[in-house]
């Protein structure tokens, strides 16, 4: 029988390679736009911990020390395309806290 192949991303905090449901998904959801193709307002960035949320995604292992480390590098930022407030990163650690 043929093995399922297993899903791999890369974290943002470390830069390792790992399976997908080790990681923790951040989803940035989409730019809601007016008819003319106006940004009326940014996407919501949150955590996704069932993997399915619409948006643009970055994984971090569910450890507090990358989750610093891609916070630091600004690796989030760019991984967005887009500045976080500092409060954005608070909520997320903290949810990240309470899930792991």
């Known amino acids: 029988m043929k093995q399922k192949k297993i899903p791999m ?3 943002t905090g470390c830069g390792e390679m790992k399976p997908k449901r ?5 989803v940035k959801a989409p730019d809601t736009k007016d008819e003319n193709g106006e940004v009326l307002a940014e996407g919501e960035i949150s955590l996704d911990l069932t993997g399915k949320k ?15 480390k891609a916070v630091k590098a600004k690796r989030l930022e760019r991984a967005f395309k887009t500045a976080i ?10 949810e990240m806290n309470s899930v792991g």
């Open 9 to 11: 991303r890369k974290c």
């Open 54 to 68: 619409a948006g643009r995604g970055a994984y971090i292992c569910n450890n507090p020390d990358c989750f610093k």
């Open 22 to 26: 080790e990681l923790v998904r951040v």
């Open 85 to 94: 407030p500092p409060e954005i990163f608070e909520q997320i650690n903290e």
